[in-house]
């Protein structure tokens, strides 16, 4: 375990029923905001209004820009970020999933800088400043109400990529569980599977030790597979439902990995399955995470083992390890081909070029337990066929 600085200014403020303090919470940081969101399920389910409600009675003027879609493009996010500048805002809101709290990172970089959010892209870009940004997520799975990072897809050439800039790291989440009961079955198994990679990415990928935190990344995992478990039984389990809220945000906040980071290879090699096709974010990770722990199955043995005894107990070889994982992901409708997204074989050298172009270094590989050429991307691809 190397040596290492962790600060998260983020006030949390975590709990059934506490989205009604929202409006007193935005007020202690800003009189003007921005609300990036959907013109969907939050509007559908009236937190839209409540949330313009609740700020109207603590005295904070509130525009709304509601053009956020999945998989956020960089045109949406930088018109919110002119949006933004022009209306002179205090502080940026995303209330919604990841993509709206991805945005809202975005349109206070942009309303700060000025110019593309795909400028800061390169790390020989990247900024530390930006407007302030609150989260209200309504979905437990992307960790983005905990971290300073947000990932935006080139309306162009269809790259996906993230940017990390420590001042879109929240300076308050509003974390109220309830609010996930809207969310489909199909939302909750994808962010699942998104937490869970989260949570072991650098698990996998590190080369340092880290005795607690494979402990944090093991429990986080065996947290979700149970709350997930209950849940699917029970949606109305306020225990389970906080219980996964809360992982999501542990999973990515940073504690997880402080000491032994990692690359998050299997999100890397996802990110260009989503930009280019469109699909779910966790659904493409549900694709990738058991192929890639088969390619990596030699170097990650002795991981392996504690990672399977979660699926099932009686684990004892890295073979099972991933043969319990697939059985967990098959059992949630999460054991997925190319062909279930009508993705074509021929698609494969693009991807590994969009990888790359999004993620890779001046030698052509990305970070992974051993380094990825090209090649070896394709390969990992050609695995899930």
Not at 3 to 15: A, C, D, N, R, S
Not at 144 to 163: C, I, P, R
Not at 334 to 351: G, H, V
Request: charged content about 20%; glycine content about 8%; overall charge negative.
């Amino acid at each position: 375990m190397h040596e290492f600085t962790l600060h998260i200014p983020t006030k949390f403020v975590f709990g059934n029923g506490v989205f009604q303090r929202a409006g007193k919470e935005v007020r202690k940081v800003a009189e003007k905001v921005l609300i990036v969101c959907s013109s969907g399920s939050v509007v559908k389910y009236g937190y839209l209004d409540t949330l313009l409600n609740l700020l109207a009675e603590a005295g904070v003027r509130a525009d709304v820009y509601d053009k956020v879609t999945p998989n956020p493009r960089v045109s949406m996010v930088d018109a919110g970020g002119r949006l933004a500048a022009n209306l002179n805002v205090d502080a940026v809101i995303g209330l919604g999933g990841g993509s709206a709290m991805d945005a809202a990172k975005g349109v206070a970089v942009v309303a700060f800088h000025g110019g593309s959010i795909w400028d800061y892209i390169p790390a020989n870009r990247t900024v530390h400043d930006s407007l302030p940004v609150i989260c209200i997520p309504t979905l437990s799975a992307t960790g983005s109400e905990g971290n300073a990072f947000g990932v935006v897809t080139n309306d162009a050439t269809l790259d996906k990529a993230g940017f990390v800039c420590r001042g879109t790291r929240p300076l308050v989440s509003i974390i109220d569980p309830e609010l996930t009961s809207s969310v489909p079955a199909d939302y909750l198994l994808d962010g699942a599977v998104d937490i869970i990679t989260h949570a072991t990415e650098a698990y996998f990928s590190s080369r340092d030790a880290g005795i607690l935190n494979d402990k944090l990344s093991l429990d986080i995992t065996a947290t979700v597979v149970e709350s997930l478990a209950q849940l699917l039984k029970d949606p109305k389990d306020a225990d389970a439902r906080a219980a996964f809220a809360w992982a999501s945000t542990l999973a990515l906040v940073g504690i997880v990995e402080a000491g032994r980071e990692g690359p998050h290879t299997i999100h890397v090699i996802e990110h260009a399955l989503s930009g280019m096709f469109d699909i779910s974010h966790g659904r493409g990770l549900a694709l990738l995470f058991p192929k890639y722990l088969v390619y990596f199955k030699d170097i990650l043995r002795d991981k392996l083992l504690p990672f399977g005894r979660i699926f099932d107990p009686a684990v004892s070889t890295a073979e099972e390890a991933i043969a319990a994982f697939t059985a967990w992901l098959k059992s949630i409708g999460r054991d997925l081909t190319f062909s279930d997204f009508n993705m074509p074989a021929d698609a494969i050298p693009a991807l590994a070029d969009s990888v790359l172009r999004a993620a890779g270094n001046k030698h052509g590989q990305i970070g992974a337990p051993v380094a990825m050429s090209k090649e070896e991307i394709e390969s990992l691809y050609r695995m899930c066929l």
